[in-house]
Nanobody, 124 residues
Framework: VQLVESGGGSVQAGGSLTLSCSVS????????AGWLRQTPGKEREEVAR????????WYADSVKGRFTASRDNTANTAYLQMSQLKPADTATYYC???????????????????WGQGTQVTVS
């Protein structure tokens, strides 16, 4: 399984960015696609997740109402639309995939076996 991210960059506070994550190697689309972020000196944290059939989504309180996770299973791509960005959103963002469980609580990073390379988002 391979995940390749794109779409990071620099944006002013209040602006928007959309991250993309191209997923290959799965023979099905029932995996959950998660988005996690990390800043220097802090643990990686999950901020959004979308279920395999895009019927369910989960968001951390810090991004709820501003970020939207979506996916196009025909293109094997997951997206994270980020709006009303704040300097506190500055981080390296990772997409990740897992097919073990769905929960309304944040997943730990170790629960994701497959990761993208990360993309930097800087909000000034």
């Amino acid at each position: 399984v391979q995940l390749v991210e794109s779409g990071g960059g620099s944006v002013q506070a209040g602006g928007s960015l959309t991250l993309s994550c191209s997923v290959s190697g799965y023979k099905h689309t029932t995996y959950c696609a998660g988005w996690l972020r990390q800043t220097p000196g802090k643990e990686r944290e999950e901020v959004a997740r979308i279920s395999g059939r895009a019927g369910s989504s989960w968001y951390a309180d810090s991004v709820k109402g501003r970020f939207t996770a979506s996916r196009d299973n025909t293109a094997n791509t997951a997206y994270l639309q980020m709006s009303q960005l704040k300097p506190a959103d500055t981080a390296t963002y990772y997409c990740a995939a897992q097919e073990n469980r769905w929960t309304e609580e944040p997943l730990w990073p170790h629960e994701y076996p497959h990761w993208g390379q990360g993309t930097q988002v800087t909000v000034s």
